[in-house]
């Protein structure tokens, strides 16, 4: 079962830092170890690169003919970079060393996000394969380039160019979610079920240019800075989807009380460290982030700009646009840099009985719930091919651990005794697809 974690170890030291441009290593060199480590156990891989070095592999794993309704599992290679001078470890090291928390973790870029999971899915199938033990239901395996920025040069790719290697896919299993966290001394995993939209906005205000020392009513960094202000200090109002609803009537059990959009917030504060991720996903947010304008102290521009990083909740994009417009004024123009539709999977059906109960049976007395991320992952393309997405990358962590932290953070680490949790718990999963 340690393969589990000599393979996270392996794909750590395999540097895949993606910089969003093409300055990075890109991810060949772990797609090949990947694809080895496939191909040692006679599973045939197909390598594709998008773009020169940056490569995703697929595979097509199980199925005796009864089912032709295949599982995606998918995993990404690339991490975001690391300052190695901010860690206390060095960050493609992949060493194992005590931490705070008590036992061994992986200590690396990607011991979370994801080559935690990687190693899980590698692991397990490898096992499985060599002792016979395929599953029935067709499986497509999938190591993807390029998430961290976008999926653009890796699941979008795969998905535009290569949809044969998806056929029949119908549910697709992948980051974030799975790990344990702990409210009022209640461990509960979350699943994650749906993720927000982005909207990157680049707002611009144009007004008269002119000399700084006389009149001027149309000065348009005045304009853009009211919109920003506006904007940022604006309050959402609660909203709770049906994956919200259902996590924080979760929590109230446990905390004994019924959830309203007027105690929402109260109940997410009861998630410690998580907080600050689960108290972005019960309201859209904005977060006004760069601010442009002039060139010289007495000179009033004709045009200012900012750019706002806009989170929408599935469901409430309409109210979202709207608020914006209305916030922004009639002088102010809106242009998109990036945005993404949000999600949601219902939560019910086989899969998450699969999911719940390979869960239950690591840990008896644990809880399961949905959750809605922040963020965005692969799952939004692998969408476009119409499958049902969520998030279960299992972990036991410790009750005390800022696990939500640790994604991007400086110090990424993950326990030991989490990836062997996770490796059983997907192995079990595996037995009920
Ligand atoms: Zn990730």
């Known amino acids: 079962m340690d393969e589990v974690v000599d393979i996270c170890r392996e794909l750590i030291r395999i540097d895949t830092s993606n910089y969003g441009s093409d300055d990075g290593p890109g991810e060949r060199k772990a797609a090949e170890h990947v694809a080895g480590l496939l191909e040692d156990v006679g599973i045939d891989t197909r390598i594709y690169e998008s773009t020169p070095g940056r490569a995703s592999v697929v595979a097509r794993w199980g199925g005796d003919g009864t089912r032709t309704d295949a599982l995606l599992l998918h995993g990404h290679l690339d991490v975001v970079p690391a300052a190695a001078e901010d860690w206390a470890v060095h960050p493609f090291s992949g060493e194992v060393q005590e931490c705070q928390y008590g036992g061994l973790s992986v200590w690396g870029r990607g011991a979370v996000d994801m080559k935690d999971f990687d190693a899980m899915l590698l692991s397990v199938v490898r096992e499985r394969q060599r002792s016979g033990r395929v599953p029935s239901r067709p499986v497509v395996l999938c190591f993807t380039a390029d998430e961290e920025a976008g999926g653009h040069l890796g699941a979008e790719v795969l998905v535009r160019d290569h949809p044969e290697e998806f056929e029949g896919c119908t549910e697709a299993v992948g980051e974030v979610g799975g790990f344990s966290t702990t409210v009022r001394g209640q461990r509960l995993y979350l699943i ?242």
């Open 192 to 433: 994650e079920a749906a993720e927000k939209g982005m909207a990157w906005m680049r707002l611009t205000a144009r007004g008269r240019a002119g000399h700084g020392s006389m009149i001027n009513p149309d000065n348009a960094v005045t304009r853009i800075a009211e919109a920003v202000a506006r904007i940022g200090a604006y309050e959402w109002p609660v909203r709770l989807t049906p994956t919200m609803r259902t996590l924080l009537g979760t929590v109230g059990a446990i905390a004994g009380t019924d959830v309203t959009p007027e105690n929402a917030r109260t109940l997410v504060e009861e998630f410690g460290g998580a907080t600050r991720m689960l108290g972005a996903v019960i309201s859209n947010t904005t977060n006004p982030t760069m601010l442009s304008a002039g060139y010289k102290v007495n000179v009033v521009p004709t045009e200012a700009s900012a750019h706002i990083d806009g989170r929408f909740l599935p469901g409430y994009e309409d109210e979202f646009f709207r608020t914006m417009a209305e916030l922004c004024g009639e002088d102010v123009s809106i242009d998109f840099v990036s945005n993404q539709q949000p999600w949601e999977t219902p939560y019910d059906g086989a899969l998450v009985d699969a999911m719940t109960r390979s869960l239950l049976a690591e840990d008896p007395d644990a809880l399961v719930a949905p959750f809605l991320m922040s963020g965005g992952t692969d799952a939004k393309h692998f969408r476009a091919l119409g499958m049902r997405t969520y998030g279960f990358t299992p972990l036991r962590l410790p009750d005390d651990l800022d696990f939500t932290a640790l994604f991007h953070g400086v110090d990424e680490r993950v326990p030991v005794d989490a990836l062997r949790f996770g490796a059983r718990v997907l192995d079990r999963f595996l037995d009920q697809v």
